[in-house]
DNA sequence: AATTCGGGGCG
DNA sequence: CGCCCAGAATT
């Protein structure tokens, strides 16, 4: 690739981006605040996911004083839906970080930026393009795709070592004083244009010297190989319908403090062992059939809470397919048996070992510890769901199963 | 270097 | 239904 096809790329780019491009709301400042929140959300967001959040968030917290000392449950509520919690987590966190260490201003130096929870190459780059207009590399996937077509790059985009060789590629194509417009442009560029499927080589503002393109292999770059696909996962989770005070509530708990969903709320539901999956394969047969799975879901309750719950029936499958795993989740009804009653129904057997369990552990009904709780839909709005439970939640709820 | 972290949109 | 997305933290 020759020197003028590299200037050409950098010129060209930046023109085709300062002639006309989309009108986001992180764009309408450069304040290194807004232009942080963006960047966070962005990350593997799609632009129209997350200009809504985006609006909310920045309503709420709109400095970065507030939202270093918003509740961290009202900064989760506010992130609810829109995924990868822990971004919402670290972002807080790195407002807080900002507080301590720079009096509350995002610093203009890479190093400090880089620092910051939840920032990684390609964020530092960004904000420190963008918001300060430093000379420094952005590099996601867009960048990646576009750069790997232009030049025909024949490295796989899904090995880390990758990115750091497009990132010394991008450093060096950032036009004089043009940082951030240009990293934008090349984002843009692969936002609109340069699409994963079928790119637009004909209005592309580069394509006279784009090396995929003039070898009529546009399509077939970049290479990334395939991710491993979502492991299945059987799961059985419960409605359960209060009574007396609780009565018109469900039963939610609260996840740890790490790992898949840290911090959400949910309803209960447990992994379904291996062997008794093929009981899940029983369409709408009778909870009767299923009395293995009813009784699973009664002993764990009991063994959290000291409830006693009566599953009665199947209420939905749902699925959902994070990254890594596919949970397939068949969700019961059910209600509560008063302490010390008899046990009637299918569940019977299953519903006195767990009721001997918890009268064993000299729990009471009443005592419902953390991290469980009733709720009503009058406030669903103070807690937060990942989309799927919302889901169920909203459903049962709306169509009054 | 590989895995763990959501969720939605699109052909 | 497979693929991708304005990635970072953890191991």
New binding site residues.
Partial sequence: MTAEAKQHFSRELLHWYRRGN?D?PWRKSRDPYRIWV??IM????????VIPYYERFMAKFPSVQALAEAPEPEVLKCWE??????RAR?LQAGARQVMELHQGQVPDDKTAVAAL????????G?IMSIAFNRPEPAV???VM?VLSRYFALEDDIA???TRVKIEKLAAELIPEGAAGDFN?AL??L??LVCT???PSCLPCPVMEHCEARMEGRETELPI?S?A?PPRPEARIGVIIEGSGEHQGKVLVRQRPAT????QMWELPHLLVPKELEPLLRFGDEQLTEQAPLGGLLTEAVAGDTGLLIRPQRQLMDAD?????IHWKMRVYKADLGAINAEPVGPMAQMAAEAAAVYTAAGKQQAELREPYRWIGPEHMDELAF???FLKILRDYWNQDL
Avoid: C, W
């Fill in positions: 989309r986001l963006s960047e962005l990350q593997q967001t799609r632009v129209d996911t839906g829109l995924g990868y919690y822990s670290n929870k939840g920032v990684g190459p390609y964020t530092s960004a996601d996937g867009n795709r090995k880390p070592a934008q984002m843009e692969g936002a994963p499927k079928s990334k395939k491993k790992g898949l969903l840290a959902h397919i994070f990254s890594h990942p989309n799927l």
